[in-house]
Nanobody
Framework: QVQLVESGGGSVQAGGSLRLSCAAS????????VGWFRQAPGKEREFVGT????????HYVDSVKGRFTISRDNAKKTVVLQMDNLKPEDTGVYYC?????????????????WGQGTQVTVSS
């Protein structure tokens, strides 16, 4: 079992930055891939990026490459999503998820554990 809690959301202007954290508990976290997903109003939940259990492999959706960075600290059981040069289209509820899947897994249902989400709003 893994429990996840996101924090760090808020409102920023376009071009600004936010740092989201995902705090985990549970013994299997350090061996789990962690993914970030987001959901805008009226839209389906979409993949943002993943990080492998070791932190050595990462995968991002094209729209955030070069702007978002995922890192993790297994000793602290924390995963961070650093978001720079934010755009209005980045607005949504951001979720972290964990599962025993490859870091290339981009489909939400494959992840077994989810946080409650944190709101990110980017104004133009």
């Amino acid at each position: 079992q893994v429990q996840l809690v996101e924090s760090g959301g808020g409102s920023v202007q376009a071009g600004g930055s936010l740092r989201l954290s995902c705090a985990a508990s549970g013994r299997s976290f350090s061996t789990s891939t962690v993914g970030w997903f987001r959901q805008a109003p009226g839209k389906e939940r979409e993949f943002v990026g993943t990080i492998s259990w070791s932190g050595g492999y990462k995968h991002y959706v094209d729209s955030v490459k070069g702007r978002f960075t995922i890192s993790r600290d297994n000793a602290k059981k924390t995963v961070v999503l650093q978001m720079d040069n934010l755009k209005p289209e980045d607005t949504g509820v951001y979720y972290c998820a964990a599962g025993s899947v490859s870091y290339t897994t981009t489909t939400a249902p494959r992840y077994a554990y989810w946080g409650q989400g944190t709101q990110v709003t980017v104004s133009s």
